[in-house]
């Protein structure tokens, strides 16, 4: 089993409307979680951290973490076809340690 | 200035060949990583060192060394070059204060390694 899991995508969403980007993990000593956007060719790019249970609002970004679900995920309202990339969810458990899913491609379609 | 550096960009090679990738970060950063994307996006850490020590190995042949001649830099020495060793290479800092509760990674431009 992995450690961090997302759904590969595609995933499309009309412009306007908003996409939902689900994470699991797999350990529960998990205390740290990110979601980066990279686009094709550059490198990740952080867009919000998250550790308690709930919601976390940064402008068109929402993270929501349960943890007795061990379970994370990220909206965008309002999606722009800007916000098309592959989002990375990544969790820390250890020190220094961060492990990535395989990222979840976005389509913003205009 | 770029807060996290790699050079170089691009690097095309052939099998059994040497090459080297360093990385540079001016973020005043303790702890600095190499990762490895393959081609379908999967971010695996390779190596990860704190003030020039190195503390995580994830079970990388040992053709591929790192070096870090002090806390800024960390570079990447991969020996007898494989295809299989065709990626993006990410190297990232971060505070990596013990006992901190959240640390947040930044990451380089990426060096995209072809091997022929």
């Known amino acids: 089993q992995k450690e961090v899991e997302q759904n590969s995508g595609p995933l499309s969403v009309p412009e306007g409307a908003i996409a939902s980007l689900n994470c699991t993990y797999s350990?529960?000593?998990?205390?740290?979680f990110f979601w980066y956007r990279q686009y094709s060719g550059k490198s990740p790019e952080l867009i919000m951290s998250?550790?308690?249970?709930g919601d976390k609002e940064d402008g068109r970004f929402t993270a929501q973490l349960n943890k007795a679900s061990q379970y994370v995920s990220l909206l965008i309202r309002d999606s722009q076809p800007s916000d098309s990339a592959t989002y990375l969810c990544a969790v820390n458990r250890d020190f220094n340690k961060f492990y990535f899913g395989s990222g979840t491609k976005l389509n913003v379609k205009p | 200035d770029t807060a996290v550096s790699q050079t170089p960009k691009y690097l095309v090679t052939q099998m059994g060949n040497d090459k080297s990738i360093k990385c540079e970060q001016n973020l005043g950063h303790d702890t600095m990583y190499w990762y490895k994307q393959d081609s379908k996006k999967f971010l695996k850490i390779m190596f990860s060192?704190?003030?020039?020590?190195?503390?995580i190995n994830e079970t990388v042949p040992n053709r591929f060394s790192p070096k870090s001649p002090d806390k800024a830099h960390l570079n990447l020495h991969i020996n007898s070059l494989e295809l299989g060793d065709s990626a993006v290479y990410f190297c990232?800092?971060?505070?990596?204060?013990?006992?901190?509760?959240?640390?947040?990674?930044?990451f380089g431009p990426g060096t995209r390694l072809t091997v022929l």
């Open positions: 990232a800092s971060s505070h990596g204060l013990a006992g901190a509760r959240v640390d947040t990674q930044y």
């Open positions: 060192y704190n003030n020039k020590e190195l503390i």
């Open positions: 350990d529960r000593v998990s205390q740290s």
């Open positions: 998250i550790y308690s249970n």
